[in-house]
């Protein structure tokens, strides 16, 4: 069985600092990890996924994220925030050779992004 | 534009009756996924399907029903079983066996009265 948690429901960080959201993940098999953002009242965006390539993914808006497997961990970074990027964010794990790839989310970090 | 299209945004439904949530596809992808959305919850798997005319549970079935009979069309029946059915719901696809990207509709807020 595989799981995400995502350590804090609520990060609040000032518009130009440092965004680091948490994501540990389990799996009995490797994983595919992806992360996704939501606006109110939207669906979810793929922001970077990880499929056992490069352990350091680029993804869009800026963000980036470094598969760890010695920690399980997936942490997702931005070096600047921007006002833009309030949202709500969501780690996701599938395993990876699986016929239905199937998403076990995190329950999600909502971001505010203070002027 | 192709794309995932869910209706309505807002549903309003009494207790006790039966409502269908409509997903369509136009990015001719071979499965398809339910989702339900509460607050603090994450997302959580309802049903999937893979290939049309066959589908499975996922992780909260209970009360809820699919079909598939066409491979653009996912749509899900929330009944009057499902004991909490207010909740936003998200439908996605995924292109095909070997790919591993899901894609996300706009939701549909269901509220039950």
């Known amino acids: 069985a595989q799981s995400v948690t995502q350590l804090g429901s609520h990060v609040s960080v000032s518009e130009g600092a440092l965004v680091l959201l948490r994501c540990n993940y389990s799996?009995?098999?490797?994983?595919?990890l992806f992360w996704y953002v939501q606006y109110p009242n939207q669906g979810l965006q793929l922001l970077l996924k990880?499929?056992?390539?490069?352990?350091l993914v680029k993804g869009i808006n800026g963000f980036e994220a470094e598969f760890k497997k010695s920690e399980t961990s997936f942490h997702l970074t931005k070096p600047s925030a921007h006002m833009s990027d309030a949202a709500g964010y969501f780690c996701?794990?599938?395993?990876?050779?699986?016929?239905?790839?199937?998403?076990?989310f995190g329950k999600g970090t909502l971001l505010t992004v203070n002027p | 534009d192709g794309g995932i299209t869910q209706s309505p945004k807002y549903l309003f439904r009494k207790e006790g009756q039966n409502v269908t949530l409509s997903c369509e596809q136009n990015?001719?992808?071979?499965?398809m996924y339910w989702y339900r959305q509460d607050p603090g919850q994450g997302l959580r798997l309802i049903y999937y399907?893979?290939?049309?005319?066959?589908?499975q549970k996922g992780d909260i079935a209970e009360g809820y029903s699919v079909s598939r009979e066409k491979k653009e069309s996912f749509p899900l029946t929330v009944t009057s079983a499902q004991k909490n059915p207010t909740a936003f719901y998200l439908c996605a696809s995924r292109l095909a066996a070997g790919t591993d990207t899901q894609y996300f509709g706009p939701g549909t807020r269901l509220t039950v009265l």
């Open positions: 990880y499929t056992s390539a490069a352990t």
């Open positions: 799996s009995s098999v490797p994983p595919y």
């Open positions: 990015l001719n992808h071979d499965a």
């Open positions: 399907s893979q290939i049309v005319n066959d589908f």
């Open positions: 996701a794990v599938s395993e990876s050779g699986g016929s239905n790839y199937k998403l076990t």
